[in-house]
DNA sequence: CTTACTGCAAATATTTTGCATTTGG
DNA sequence: CCAAATGCAAAATATTTGCAGTAAG
């Protein structure tokens, strides 16, 4: 247990939103300057090898890591805005059970974020006039 | 509608599986090796605007492009060796009704491939011997 | 002490972009 | 003829690795 591990812990610990490694990166930074980007890349996955960090692929391809230690649940992106919403982990039990037994196949639901269009987009399309294309251009960009 | 373009579509038609943007490089290249890999990249941009090409995220955040015509289904990856699976459309169609409903999120399935473990994998583990460590050592890795 | 970890720099790998040239329609 | 696409090279990103010095246990 050296020091840049207890910082890269001490970054995942703090935020409540999984990271990118850039993101760990820049977070242990302002903790510990000393700390080099490849130290945090080999603890990454170090950490990730001992099971104590996980990672999600979020969007198109991005690993964002976080504690093994957070409560189980699933995360879904907007393709348009980017915006990442939780769900419960209990979502995919029933299809998890269908592939298990039909295909043989275990889930691993947590490890792959969901795709689609939040609630907010979709409002936002329904809405648009075509004409313009753009109704309301105060939705903030996630991304 | 040029050359590029043309081999680019030939590329992708010419395979049943999935291509990554460095395969349909190398892909093109053997077909029309005056083809520029930029090229290549511009061109799948394009005709993913255009709703021709799509991609799917597999694995740890691979990108793979496949035509649009392809019948819509999903797909899932084996962690452990890599196998791509291929689930039917409809799996997540309950799934996909509770979270528009529950959480007003539209879940566009095909974008991402779900993760876990393959039947093969499963059933290594289960009849691996702790103390070898490796029970039968010709299960082939796709990744 | 001795193994494992770190910092650093350079190597890889992947994708994007500016620009001059070419080409499809 | 002209807008759009291409080839090329270089830049921008992201991640990995060899190596020598340092530190944890």
Redesign the interface.
Known sequence: MTGPRRAVLSALAAQHEHLTADQVVTSVAERDPGVHRASVYRTLETLSALGVVQHV?VG????TYHLAGDEAHLH?Q??RCGAV?D?PAS??D??AA??RSQ???????S?????????RC?ALSDTATPTTGRARPDHEDHR
Chains 1, 2 share one sequence.
């Open positions: 692929h198109h391809g991005t690993t879904a907007c393709g919403i769900l979502l995919l029933d299809v269908l592939v295909h043989g196949f275990q889930l691993d639901p490890h792959v974020a969901l795709s689609g269009t939040c609630a979709l």
